[in-house]
Every structure is written in structure tokens, then in C-alpha cells.
């Protein structure tokens, strides 16, 4: 199954993205964890995308395109995969159709107000990516990741003018991505509010599981 995840920065792509890992098997691939890899390691591609990044506004179509197509081709995708913040724009969406049978786009619906409610809690492992909650999933060791015993932390672009600005940028080129999924009859909403485990539940009963 090749599944797309759809929702707002915040709306828990990361967290359902990782509990799908378990359940359904397949790899999931976030283009915002390649890109700060990319960042972290001082690569061309990532010096060219933390301007854009920092500032809350997506990295041009054709850098994220080309770095997907090298992700999904890569062996452990054959048999599936879950995309987690790709595709963020049409084109980004018209550019997959051409190399991927996609199955599914979850669209994970949340209202703004409690997405900037829920960013300020949010931490990162920067060395493998999980995602955490202070109050809704907290880490079992203050500030240490579950995963990898990485010190967690607060990304650079949660804070609140930049994840205002994010919603912005959602609203305008990558909400239009719903009607694009409606139309091939692949978009699938679920509520994104509630229990992470009600939240996978969900998740599973949407895609049939
Ligand atoms: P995320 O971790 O998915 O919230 O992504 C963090 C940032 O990485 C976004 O705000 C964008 O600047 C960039 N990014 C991630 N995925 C994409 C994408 N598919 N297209 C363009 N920019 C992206």
C-alpha cells in the first residue's frame, strides 16, 4: 500500500506515521526529516532549503521532487510505503502520479487554533526523527528519546510566527491537495483530534484494517 498522509503542520502526521510503521509494515518516509538530515549534514540540497524552511515557506518543487524519487526507489519501498509531508503542492502531486500508483491520501482534519495549542508542547529527536508531546505523549526519560536516547528537542520552526506562517503556507498550496484526492476518489478524512492510540484506530478503520 503506497499511503499519503494530508494535514496541517502539527496535525500528527509524524506520531500516526510512526504507529502505521508498526501496524501496516511498510517504511515511512518524511521529506521534512530528509531535509533536516540534509540541513544536519551540510549538503548542497540542504543548504539551498533552510532559508525556506526557517522561514515557514516550502523548498521549491523540484529539489523535494527529485529527493522523493531517489527515497522511494530505494529497495525497502518495494512493497509499499507511508509519505509524511509529501505531496505538499500540485505539482509535487502531478510529479508522483508519474512515478507512484498512489492508494491512499489520509487527510487529517484539525482546526488551526488547537494546532497552535498543540505545537508549543511539541519535541524532536534530531537524530532519528520520532516525534514526542510534553503533555499528550511525553518521552518515558525527561528530554530523551524512547527510540534512540537522543536528547530531544524544540524545532527551529515551531515557534508561533513560524508556525502561523506554516498554516498560511498549508492553507494556500497544500489544502487544494484534498480536492485533487476527492476527485481521483483516494482522499480519505478522519478527525486528528483525540488519543494517539484512537487516533491509529482510526487511521486503521479509514484505510480498511
Ligand atoms: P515537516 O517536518 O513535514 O513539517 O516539514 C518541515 C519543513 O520542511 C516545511 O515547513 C517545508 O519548509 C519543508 N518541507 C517538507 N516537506 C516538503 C515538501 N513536500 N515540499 C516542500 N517543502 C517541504
Keep these: 500500500m503506497n499511503l499519503i498522509l494530508i494535514g496541517a503542520p502539527g496535525a500528527g502526521k509524524g506520531t500516526l506515521a510512526e504507529q502505521l510503521v508498526e501496524s501496516l509494515g511498510t517504511p515511512a518516509i518524511s521529506t521534512g526529516n530528509l531535509l533536516r538530515e540534509a540541513i544536519r549534514n551540510q549538503t ?3 543548504t539551498k532549503a ?5 522561514a515557514g515557506a516550502l523548498v521549491p518543487d523540484a529539489l523535494v ?23 505538499r503542492t500540485i505539482p509535487q502531486a502531478e510529479a508522483l502520479d508519474t512515478i507512484a500508483d498512489i492508494t491512499c491520501a489520509l487527510y487529517l482534519e484539525i482546526a488551526d487554533d488547537v494546532i497552535e495549542a498543540r505545537m508549543s508542547g511539541r519535541r524532536v529527536c534530531p537524530q532519528c526523527g520520532a516525534s514526542y508531546h510534553t503533555v499528550n505523549n511525553p518521552t518515558k526519560v525527561p528530554y530523551t528519546c524512547d527510540k534512540c536516547q537522543g536528547k530531544t528537542t524544540i524545532r527551529e520552526d515551531d515557534t508561533v510566527e513560524v508556525v502561523r506562517k506554516r498554516l498560511v503556507t498549508y492553507h494556500a498550496q497544500t489544502e487544494p491537495l484534498i480536492a485533487y484526492y476527492t476527485e481521483q476518489g483516494k482522499c480519505v478524512p478522519m478527525s486528528a483530534v483525540g488519543e494517539i492510540d484512537e487516533i491509529h484506530q482510526n487511521a486503521l478503520a479509514a484505510l480498511g484494517k
Excluded: A, H, T, V
Design 44 to 46: 548542497e540540497l540542504g
Design 50 to 54: 533552510k532559508s525556506f524552511m526557517d
Design 65 to 87: 521532487i527529485d529527493m522523493l524519487r531517489d527515497r522511494i526507489g530505494q529497495p525497502d519501498c518495494q512493497n509499499g510505503y507511508i509519505l509524511d509531508g509529501f505531496p
